[in-house]
């Protein structure tokens, strides 16, 4: 998996670096290199937002959040990226399994 980190108004230091690789190795595990990940950290005054970006092969998943503290929004925006995750994944599971039932009755008859 490719990560970029970027800051805007902010400093990326190496514990956001690590937090960040720490939660998606153990949230996005499952895309391996093929995935493409960009995050954008945006500080104004008070207010924390973490964009996340998330590119494969088949399709592209965004998520943003906004919260008082930093290291927050960073876990609330992964954690939208992972039930978008699944959700693609479900649906292409569906499709195959849709598929496949269909072969076997065309096959049948």
Do not use: P
């Amino acid at each position: 998996m490719k990560l970029t980190v970027t800051g805007r108004n902010i400093d990326i230091t190496d514990g956001i670096r690590e937090h960040l690789e720490n939660k998606m190795d153990k949230t996005i595990k499952e895309l391996g290199e093929k995935a493409d990940v960009h995050v954008a950290l945006h500080v104004e005054k008070h207010r924390h937002f973490a964009e996340i970006t998330v590119k494969t092969k088949g399709s592209t998943v965004h998520s943003q959040d906004e919260t008082d503290d930093l290291y927050a929004s960073m876990d609330n925006a992964l954690l939208k990226i992972e039930k978008q995750l699944r959700k693609q994944k479900e649906k292409a599971q569906d499709l195959r399994l849709k598929k496949g039932s269909q072969s076997k009755l065309e096959n049948q008859d």
